[in-house]
């Protein structure tokens, strides 16, 4: 087994650890035996997120709360941000020369980090200024790219066709995908009952059921804006 690390660093997480591990045995053939086909290239994202100590919390954190099921999907390579100011703390590329700075975003160009954007269609608005009927989307970290599979060990991909979600997502703008406030604490199916649960066991027990959180939400939106 071949592994090699790198470190991401894009909008909205602190720092991603990326470790590229492809099987192999020690004669650099397949796992499988000689002549099998090489085993497929995995990625696996270690990310930091924010973290949260409620789900109030998470609400109150959230730009968009909405219940709806995903249309579609699509996967995506997306480049690092690039760093800006002077502060080498916070710009590792501060005070390095034209030649120095082509260089470190050449080698940033060579980490994309994948994402898996899906389409999802609004059934009820919780908060936030979106409608039942709007169609928004959400990114999410990992998916399958020119036949490497990148996956984040915190993140459950939306499944089209599935269950009804609830998400708790954050506005980066427009013309740019919302996401959400954490892959585990700010994601949610909806049962046939209506009973809201934790995709994730790390997530929050005690939602209710989606009108019971609807009105969580509102009041919870109403006292962040007094």
Do not use: W
Request: glycine residues 10%; charged residues 20%; proline residues 5%.
């Amino acid at each position: 087994m071949t592994t090699a690390r790198r470190h991401v660093l894009i909008t909205g997480t602190a720092m991603l650890a990326a470790f590229a591990a492809v099987g192999c045995s020690a004669d650099g053939t397949s796992a499988k035996g000689a002549g099998s086909a090489p085993a497929a290239e995995t990625v696996t994202y270690h990310a930091d997120y924010p973290a949260y100590s409620s789900l109030d919390e998470v609400i109150r954190k959230s730009d968009v709360v909405v219940e709806g099921t995903v249309l579609s999907s699509r996967v995506e390579k997306m480049l690092p941000d690039a760093p800006a100011g002077n502060d080498p703390a916070t710009n590792p590329q501060a005070g390095l020369s034209p030649a120095e700075a082509k260089k470190a975003k050449e080698a940033a160009e060579a980490d994309p980090v994948i994402v898996t954007v899906s389409r999802v269609k609004v059934s009820r608005a919780l908060s936030g200024h979106v409608a039942a009927g709007d169609v928004i989307e959400v990114s999410q970290l990992g998916g399958t790219y020119k036949g490497v599979k990148y996956r984040d060990s915190d993140t459950t991909l939306l499944a089209k066709g599935g269950p009804q979600y609830v998400l708790m997502l954050a506005d980066h703008g427009s013309g740019h995908p919302y996401d959400l406030v954490n892959p585990v604490q700010a994601l949610y199916g909806v049962k046939q009952d209506g009973t809201v649960k934790a995709v994730s066991p790390a997530g929050f027990d005690g939602a209710g059921k989606v009108g019971q959180l609807a009105d969580r939400a509102h009041r919870i939106t109403a006292n962040r804006t007094k």
